[in-house]
């Protein structure tokens, strides 16, 4: 019993945000701070993945163009559509139409597509 008390003490402490020591922390922005950057880059904030958390999305000049390597590309070029080639043989994709990462593809790099993933 006598321990209680100092229990107590110890989880509320826990409980209380830690406060920055630097005045110019900017590790955490504001939502409208935020939007505003990502509007600045030529995008929009979108909820995306299986939490639908608010992400900057910007959307490719060169999205479905046909490709065979990242490079070809302003983002990712990929095989979106099951069934995905074999890793390692080759293949044509296209460029990624967004810079979100969730979801179901492959990436190729010169002419042949690395091994599918899916992101949630």
């Not at 409980?15 to 020591?21: A, E, F, N, W, Y």
């Not at 939007?35 to 992400?55: F, H």
């Not at 065979?68 to 979106?80: A, I, N, P, Y």
């Amino acid at each position: 019993m006598r321990f209680l008390p100092v229990l107590i003490a110890v989880l509320v402490g826990a409980c209380q945000p830690i406060p920055s020591t630097d005045a110019g922390d900017t590790a955490v922005s504001s939502p409208t701070s935020a939007a505003a950057d990502c509007a600045a880059r030529g995008g929009e904030m979108k909820p995306v993945g299986r939490a639908q958390t608010l992400q900057c999305v910007v959307t490719y000049a060169d999205a479905g163009k046909r490709c065979t390597t990242g490079s070809d590309c302003l983002g990712d070029c990929r095989v979106d559509d099951a069934p995905f080639p074999a890793a390692g043989s080759a293949a044509v994709g296209r460029c990624q139409a967004e810079s979100q990462v969730f979801g179901c593809y492959a990436r190729l790099e010169d002419g042949k597509p690395t091994p599918a993933i899916c992101v949630d």
